[in-house]
């Protein structure tokens, strides 16, 4: 059964650093494309970064170029978002989502074409 796993969020203050990872399992994560995303409360849900299956190539939203990092271990499937200089606005519920595209370096940041998603994990930030 293919399942997805996020932790490491908490509380932080404002310019610290967390490092989100998203524990794969029942399935190849190497076929897989991974997005994270996230969810505050009376917003949609925002794509922040994805990864591909193949070449590992990135891409971000606007509003954490610079400051949030994503990467992948295939070998201990996991994937991880690497946020720093946080604030109060990347406070949200994040998740990471899988879609399958083997051996492609297809990605994308739109929620509706990843299939399988995990229970998602909180991260407020706040002095």
């Known amino acids: 059964q293919l399942q997805l796993v996020e932790s490491g969020g908490g509380l932080v203050q404002p310019g610290g650093s967390l490092r989100l990872s998203c524990a794969a399992s029942?399935?190849?994560?190497?076929?897989?494309?991974i997005g994270w995303f996230r969810q505050a409360p009376g917003k949609e849900r925002e794509g922040v970064s994805c990864?591909?299956?193949?070449?590992?190539?990135?891409d971000y939203a606007d509003s954490v170029k610079g400051r949030f990092t994503i990467s992948r271990d295939n070998a201990k499937m996991t994937v991880y978002l690497q946020m720093d200089s946080l604030t109060p606005e990347d406070t949200a519920v994040y998740y990471c989502?899988?879609?399958?595209?083997?051996?492609?370096?297809?990605?994308?940041?739109?929620?509706?074409?990843?299939?399988?998603w995990g229970q998602g994990t909180q991260v407020t930030v706040s002095s």
């Open positions: 029942g399935f190849t994560l190497d076929y897989y494309a």
């Open positions: 989502a899988a879609d399958r595209q083997s051996y492609s370096d297809y990605k994308t940041l739109r929620a509706d074409e990843y299939d399988y």
């Open positions: 990864i591909s299956s193949s070449l590992g190539s990135t």
